[in-house]
């Protein structure tokens, strides 16, 4: 008895990538382009002549550029940006923004060009410069593994759509970071079965922190005599700087900048803003409140003169981009920032 075969249509794995990247909320992708993309240049051509404007693509004249762009475009807007680059000469270049934003826990899509077979697969022949000048060992996702949230390479065409979607998502997972996935030229230039196309959208996911821990941090700061809130990057999310004034002018608490912060935290000109060395403040308080902080002060297992009790509200306690994060801390409470400061001020209104 014959066996009906079902019918596979296909699409181009460019196509597919600019698909995937639309269906996770992707709508901009900032690109120092190199020859290992045709695929997707064709693609975006084809959206063009379609009339089809999404994603934009913004063409930049070097990959550090592309990388600082795409680190703004997220800051300014909150969404999740793609960074193209060549091979790993451009990750190289990009390498310095890049490593930034894995520190600051900015997230982006970072695809990277390669080849899997220099020329010996009859199909494709990327030409003789990229085994003789453009590859390396391991390819670059290692190459940028050490400062990146996540690396991998794409080995098969079928599991391009699934490994773009999955980098995508853990790109925007707590903590945000940005992520690097390799697409070699062999497999961007192939056909993709089309039931395999597929994405869901992908946002950020805020984590709401313990109530009871929020409780007890209220409490003690509401007991306190001498508090002192220490932040580096409570401004990343939108709302924040008004958050953490009403917090303090609430409980009339100084604020510390920690370091050169990143992000607009307070208000400079605020009575309660009182600098950016946290020590003096420090070592005078009976609380610390750090709210955002990779290194409030050095040596980091350094306690404050006065005893004071230290208290943590981050997303991700500890710094996972940090080697160590040896602050004598006794209270750590996990949380995205925002809905962090937005229960504190409600647990401090209600006590």
């Not at 290992?36 to 550029?65: F, G, I, M, S, T």
Request: proline fraction near 9%.
């Amino acid at each position: 008895m014959a066996i009906a075969q079902r019918e596979v249509t296909a699409v181009q794995a460019g196509e597919a990538i600019l698909q995937v990247l639309q269906a996770c909320g992707v709508q901009d992708i900032f690109s120092s382009p190199g020859s290992d993309w045709p695929a997707v240049w064709e693609a975006l051509a084809r959206r063009r002549e379609e009339d089809e404007p999404l994603p934009r693509y913004v063409n930049c004249r070097h990959e550090e550029l592309a990388v600082a762009m795409a680190v703004g475009y997220y800051r300014a807007s909150g969404k999740l940006p793609c960074v193209v680059l060549h091979t790993g000469v451009g990750v190289l270049h990009g390498a310095m923004p890049i490593h930034t934003a894995r520190q600051d826990g900015v997230p982006m899509v970072i695809l990277a060009g390669e080849s899997s077979a220099w020329g010996d697969d009859l199909r494709f022949d990327p030409g003789g410069q990229w085994l003789h000048s453009l590859s390396d060992p391991g390819g670059p996702s290692v190459q940028a593994e050490p400062y990146t949230k996540w690396a991998a390479t794409v080995g098969s065409v079928d599991a391009l759509p699934g490994m773009l979607e999955h980098a995508c998502r853990v790109a925007m997972s707590a903590p945000m970071g940005p992520v690097i996935l390799t697409i070699p030229m062999e497999v961007s230039l192939a056909e993709v079965r089309a039931e395999l196309v597929r994405a869901a959208p992908v946002a950020r996911a805020a984590t709401r922190p313990p109530a009871d821990a929020i409780q007890a941090v209220a409490r003690t700061l509401l007991e306190s005599r001498s508090p002192v809130i220490v932040t580096e990057y409570a401004g990343r999310e939108p709302g924040n700087l008004a958050r953490l004034v009403e917090l303090a002018e609430r409980l009339s608490i100084p604020v510390v900048e920690a370091s050169v912060p990143a992000y607009a935290n307070f208000p400079t000109d605020h009575p309660l803003h009182v600098g950016y060395d946290a020590k003096p403040h420090v070592d005078a308080a009976d609380v610390v409140l750090l709210i955002g902080t990779r290194g409030p002060w050095h040596p980091a297992s350094r306690r404050p003169a006065g005893g004071a009790r230290l208290i943590v509200l981050d997303e991700a306690p500890g710094n996972a981009t940090m080697p160590t994060w040896n602050y004598p801390a006794e209270v750590f409470v996990p949380g995205s920032l925002d809905l962090s400061l937005e229960d504190l001020n409600a647990a401090v209104k209600r006590l």
